[in-house]
């Protein structure tokens, strides 16, 4: 090798190595594309208030849950929680905005009383995994039925989108649509509804951030529904 010259290649051996030896020690990549701190900040200012409580409405959940601090391994694209009320004649708004292929999880207690009626089936006390949920995007988009699962001692479903508009939901008291609005009257109770949505793609980041929603509201009567206590 001429003088003056030095080994590159010895060179960059040793800075691969040195750089090998930094990413093993470095934090395990994130999956998912994550979300910005702006745009986390925008979700957490748009949820803060909480869709179905008024004057009328004794006993409403007037505080949505509060957000963790923030992590950039986190995914959410928006966040409501809404007090459903037997009631309610549909449709109820929950102020969420969903686009074809978002995907909508539900997190809820509580117990609605619907009857008596001529063409209730059947009636009485319902928990939410009893087929009490119908949901509508838009306008256009026809009524959707959908179950709910029990997970400790709260109820979980979700919903895949397939058209762009506000999404509303109603309890289900009806046998062919739409219903008359009697049917409400003699309806009673609530459901509580913690309602996230997402990116089909970033389950990881969306189930990081719930757990630590949940983890960060430990007096929330949902929150320890979720966490069994």
């Known amino acids: 090798m001429p003088d003056g010259l030095t080994n590159n290649s010895d060179c960059d051996r040793n800075s691969s190595k040195e750089s090998s030896s930094l990413l093993e020690k470095a934090d395990p990549p994130i999956t998912g594309k994550g979300m910005d701190y702006s745009a ?8 803060s208030d909480v869709v179905g409580c008024g004057f009328f409405h004794v006993g409403c959940e007037e505080k949505a849950l509060t957000f963790p601090a923030y ?15 037997g ?3 549909p449709w109820t708004d929950t102020e969420l905005q969903v686009k074809s292929g978002d995907v909508v999880y539900f997190y809820g207690t509580g117990e609605v009383t619907t009857c008596p009626h001529s063409n209730c089936n059947p009636g009485g006390p319902k928990k939410l995994d009893q087929l009490t949920i119908s949901s509508m995007i838009g306008k256009f988009a026809g009524p959707t039925n959908f179950s709910f699962w029990k997970h400790k001692s709260i109820y979980t479903s979700s919903l895949q989108i397939w058209h762009d ?8 008291d009806w046998d062919t649509y739409p219903p008359p609005g009697k049917y409400y009257d003699d309806n009673s109770g609530v459901y509580l509804l913690d309602i996230f949505v997402i990116d089909r793609d970033q389950e990881e980041g969306f189930n990081r951030f719930k757990d630590a929603i949940l983890k960060a509201n430990p007096n929330d009567s949902n929150a320890k529904a979720y966490l069994g206590r």
Not at 40 to 47: D, L
Not at 165 to 172: D, E, F, K
Request: positive net charge; hydrophobic residues 35%; aromatic residues 12%.
């Open 40 to 47: 986390y900040q925008a979700v957490e200012q748009n949820s």
């Open 165 to 172: 508009g506000n999404l509303q939901i109603a309890v289900l």
């Open 71 to 85: 992590q950039p391994d986190f995914h959410l694209k928006g966040y409501r929680r809404v007090n459903l009320w």
């Open 87 to 89: 009631k309610d004649r």
